[in-house]
């Protein structure tokens, strides 16, 4: 039975300082008052926000492209980036050595879930693969379940669906060292914290299990890096005007990609993790695609 379940978050405890009482001896000074800690901040695009506003804020951007999301990848990258998924799935060759379970994460459209499991079908006869797909994002999921209702997995155990924050999935629902692949698509530049991530993707999955990224990453020839960036920021946020009335979030989906780390430096952040990888360069530790336009980085878990 195709499941979908929702994972309410426990409500974040909040620090509280007290001042400590004055004898009479003291009261010729005024006493002493605590400083309140200076907020941590990330980036939300080009802007710098307050980092437990990041989510409400990435919520809401996804809430406005989920059911034009697929429409304008299409528009945006010429169709390219069902190439890139295609691609990204194969190297992984799911099904080629048995049955796996996979998580895939921020996967809301369920886009990679159904490349795997018909990968997997088709290539290897397989029909014991299952994915659990995670998103924070309400909206997209529905998305997801709607697509997999005209698929031959839907209400079968080889697909479920649940609402959970890549930086903290359940526990309950995602015990360690469960999972034998983990794929996040176009999705860990939209988390507030991405070692909080890795860590998160170090747990859940088996020792031996293959973290999986596929990201919009850092082009290196400085004629494709212009010509890209000129494209990017003239014609993505109008695509967004025109097919979908918003061009507030596609262009933070733009900001977005520029303060997303380069590949050597999102290497370093996977091996921090507890994963091993190849060498630091192109074809070891990461693969680029269209010259570093989008890249796969994979790392696993020892």
Not at 72 to 86: E, Q, Y
Not at 276 to 287: N, S
Request: proline share 6%.
């Amino acid at each position: 039975m195709l499941r979908l379940s929702r994972v309410v978050r426990a409500p974040v405890s909040r620090t509280v300082f007290y001042s400590r009482s004055l004898s009479s001896s003291q009261t010729s000074s005024p006493p002493p008052t605590a400083e309140k800690p200076t907020p941590r901040t990330t980036s939300f695009g080009f802007k710098t926000v307050p980092e437990d506003s990041k989510e409400t804020l990435v919520k809401e951007v996804f809430d406005s492209v989920a059911s034009k999301y697929d429409l304008m990848n299409d528009a945006t990258s010429f169709g390219i980036h069902r190439l890139w998924k295609d691609s990204f799935v194969s190297s992984l060759k799911p099904g080629r050595k048995g049955p796996l379970q996979c998580i895939d994460v921020a996967g809301g459209t369920g886009d990679i879930a159904l490349r795997i499991l018909d990968f997997a079908r088709e290539n290897y006869a397989d029909r014991e693969t299952t994915v659990a797909v995670t998103d924070i994002n309400a909206q997209m999921l529905k998305e997801g379940y709607r697509r997999f209702k005209k698929t031959m997995y839907h209400n079968t155990p080889q697909i479920s669906f649940h609402e959970a924050n890549a930086q903290s999935l359940p526990v309950e629902v995602f015990p360690d060292n469960t999972f034998d692949l983990y794929t996040i698509a176009f999705g860990i530049r939209n988390c507030t914290s991405i070692p909080d991530v890795l860590k998160e993707a170090h747990r859940v999955l088996k020792p031996g299990g293959t973290f999986a990224c596929l990201e919009f990453s850092r082009v290196n020839n400085p004629l494709l890096s212009t010509l890209y960036d000129q494209y990017s920021f003239t014609m993505i946020p109008l695509l967004g005007t025109i097919l979908a009335g918003d061009r507030h979030s596609y262009q933070y989906l733009v900001e977005s990609i520029r303060k997303f780390p380069p590949q050597p430096e999102f290497a370093r952040m996977i091996r921090d993790a507890g994963f091993t990888t190849g060498d630091d360069v192109d074809g070891g530790a990461w693969e680029d695609m269209w010259g570093g336009i989008a890249c796969v980085h994979k790392g696993v878990k020892l």
